[in-house]
């Protein structure tokens, strides 16, 4: 069985400013990780996702989020935040090859102007 | 390509009755998985099909169940309704050369009075 933790439910950030959410996770097994946004009124979608390989892995839309099997860790960072990255966030973990989500409760992103 | 479609997109049921949820996913994605949001409880993972098999299921009451049609479309159903199946339900489906990329739906809105 796997379990996720946000440690920040609400993160509150000025606009260019650099954010980081933090995730951290526990496994028996091999793990994939995953990052999801959810914005207002609408299901979530894939921001980025760890299966194997390099453990730094990057969206397209500048964030990006390490690996850290030491520390069962899966960050979310980006350098510098705009109004539209107002969002909630889930870090979300599943056994290797396994496709059934554990997600985290989520952390709500605000940006500030 | 549509994306994943739920029906209908608000619902408002009774405690005892019993509700029925669609949801039809891309075209050619044949993994559908269904999740349970609330407040409380965060995202909860219901059950996934493939090809018209349950693969996985979660810890849900047996009041919970679903089913996947020859087309892929899925139809989750919850009977004897009681008041904390009130939730945001959502569908995801999944490529087969990318089944750990979940394709959420923008979920169906339950609530129970």
């Known amino acids: 069985a796997q379990s996720v933790t946000q440690l920040d439910s609400q993160v509150p950030v000025f606009e260019e400013a650099p954010v980081e959410l933090r995730c951290n996770y526990s496994s028996s097994v091999s793990v994939y990780l995953f990052w999801y946004v959810q914005y207002p009124n609408q299901g979530l979608q894939l921001l980025l996702k760890y299966l194997s390989g390099s453990t730094l892995v990057e969206s397209i839309n500048g964030f990006e989020a390490e690996f850290n099997k030491s520390q069962t860790s899966f960050h979310l960072r980006k350098p510098s935040v705009h109004i539209s990255d107002t969002a909630e966030y889930f870090c979300?973990?599943?056994?290797?090859?396994?496709?059934?989500?554990?997600f985290g409760k989520g952390t709500k992103l605000s940006v500030i102007p | 390509k549509a994306g994943v479609t739920q029906t209908p997109r608000y619902l408002i049921k009774t405690r005892g009755q019993q509700v029925t949820l669609s949801c039809s996913p891309i075209?050619?994605?044949?993994?559908v998985s269904w999740y349970q949001q609330t407040p409380g409880q965060g995202l909860q993972f219901l059950f996934e099909?493939?090809?018209?098999?349950?693969?996985n299921k979660g810890n849900f009451p047996g009041r919970f169940s679903g089913r996947q049609f020859s087309n892929s479309r899925s139809e989750m159903n919850v009977s004897t309704l009681e008041l904390g199946d009130s939730a945001l339900y959502l569908c995801?489906?999944?490529?087969?050369?990318?089944?750990?990329?979940?394709?959420f739906g923008s979920g169906t809105q339950l609530s129970v009075l």
């Open positions: 099909y493939f090809s018209e098999t349950q693969r």
């Open positions: 075209s050619g994605h044949r993994s």
């Open positions: 995801a489906s999944s490529p087969l050369d990318a089944e750990e990329k979940l394709f």
């Open positions: 979300a973990v599943s056994g290797a090859g396994s496709y059934q989500l554990t």
